[in-house]
């Protein structure tokens, strides 16, 4: 199995400002991906992070409001931009390993409140 | 990627009965996870059932799996007071695609102590 780190575990954010998250996998993963969830929902996946290029993003979700980075196979950062209280939400990282399984595992989450 | 659905929504059970909830999905998969969420938690991943599978154990879990009904059961035995939580199943991920999986609503059990 994959352990993920996500920091921060919770933060408190102004309106207006920014937050990056950042998820350290402790083995190298194929693909890693980051989800939100909202108060009360389930998980919606947001992007997936692509190392060395450019996150692929669902619908509905834009990089300029939610950047991403993947610089390697450990490690990815997701960034909340221009904060709004609608944004706050539990941010979840999960890696699959392509390995012939294909569990997908997940990081303990970063619940950011906005106010 | 595909959604599963879980069924019932919500579920309330004393400490000690069984409790059992379902997923479908809508096409055909190669395998199904289950994960678990405690309030305000990340996922953990309880077991992963393969097509050729009809049953898979893992502890106090049973986890059936119907492909001819694309349908999925998750049995907890026992349950335990610490087994509060919301519980989701997820069809695959392809493995090589950019691709994440996909979630329902989940099933949030209740145990009564």
């Known amino acids: 199995s994959a352990v993920i780190s996500q920091k921060p575990s919770r933060d408190i954010c102004q309106r207006g400002t920014s937050l990056t998250i950042q998820c350290q996998v402790d083995s190298q993963v194929t693909m890693m991906f980051w989800y939100r969830q909202q108060p009360g929902q389930s998980l919606t996946l947001i992007a997936t992070?692509?190392?060395?290029?450019?996150?692929?993003?669902e619908s509905g979700f834009v990089i300029d409001k939610f950047p991403i980075s993947r610089p390697n196979l450990t490690f990815s950062t997701l960034t909340v931009s221009n904060m709004s209280p609608e944004d706050s939400s539990i941010y979840l990282c999960s890696v699959g390993t392509g390995s012939a399984g294909n569990t997908i595992y997940f990081g303990e989450g970063s619940w950011l409140t906005v106010v | 990627s595909q959604q599963g659905e879980e069924d019932p929504q919500a579920l309330s059970i004393q400490e000690g009965e069984n409790a059992t909830m379902n997923c479908s999905y809508k096409t055909s998969i190669n395998n199904l996870q289950w994960y678990r969420q405690n309030s305000g938690r990340g996922l953990v991943h309880l077991i992963l059932?393969?097509?050729?599978?009809r049953e898979k154990h893992s502890g106090r879990l049973r986890v059936t799996l119907d492909t001819s009904k694309k349908s999925s059961s998750l049995l907890i035995t026992a349950s335990r007071a610490a087994d509060t939580a919301s519980y989701f199943c997820?069809?695959?991920?392809?493995?090589?695609?950019?691709?994440?999986?996909?979630f329902g609503k989940g099933t949030h059990l209740i145990i009564q102590p």
């Open positions: 992070a692509n190392q060395g290029s450019e996150a692929t993003y």
């Open positions: 997820a069809p695959p991920w392809s493995g090589g695609g950019a691709d994440g999986l996909t």
């Open positions: 059932i393969r097509s050729n599978e």
